[in-house]
């Protein structure tokens, strides 16, 4: 099983970026995938969720509005759409996966988002 987020970076306040997580080792459309973040110091917090065939999704409350998570089961990937980024949305970005079949959870390495002049 291995999940691999890539799209991070620096950018500047209110500039926007597309975090993608690929997937595979596991029936990635039947898994409901989640964004989760994790700035220094604190503890990592859900971002956004999306359920199998996209069904509903659901975002942290600072989130909604700015970030759209969407997913495309013939590519294994889940995405994570930022938008109008601010300097308090600096943290690691992590990508989950919660396999019901197996009762499993599988998370990503993490990618750095950076919002800064």
């Known amino acids: 099983v291995r999940l691999v987020e890539s799209g991070g970076g620096l950018v500047q306040p209110g500039g926007s970026l597309r975090l993608s997580c690929s997937a595979s080792?596991?029936?990635?459309?039947?898994?409901?995938m989640s964004w989760y973040r994790q700035a220094p110091g604190k503890e990592r917090v859900l971002v956004a969720t999306i359920s199998s065939a996209g069904v509903w999704t659901n975002y942290e409350g600072s989130v909604k509005g700015r970030f759209t998570i969407s997913r495309d089961d013939a590519k294994n990937t889940v995405y994570l759409q930022m938008n109008s980024l601010k300097p308090e949305d600096t943290a690691v970005y992590y990508c989950k996966a919660n396999y019901a079949p197996a009762s499993a959870v599988y998370w990503g390495q993490g990618t750095q988002v950076t919002v800064s002049e």
């Open positions: 080792g596991f029936s990635f459309s039947r898994a409901t």
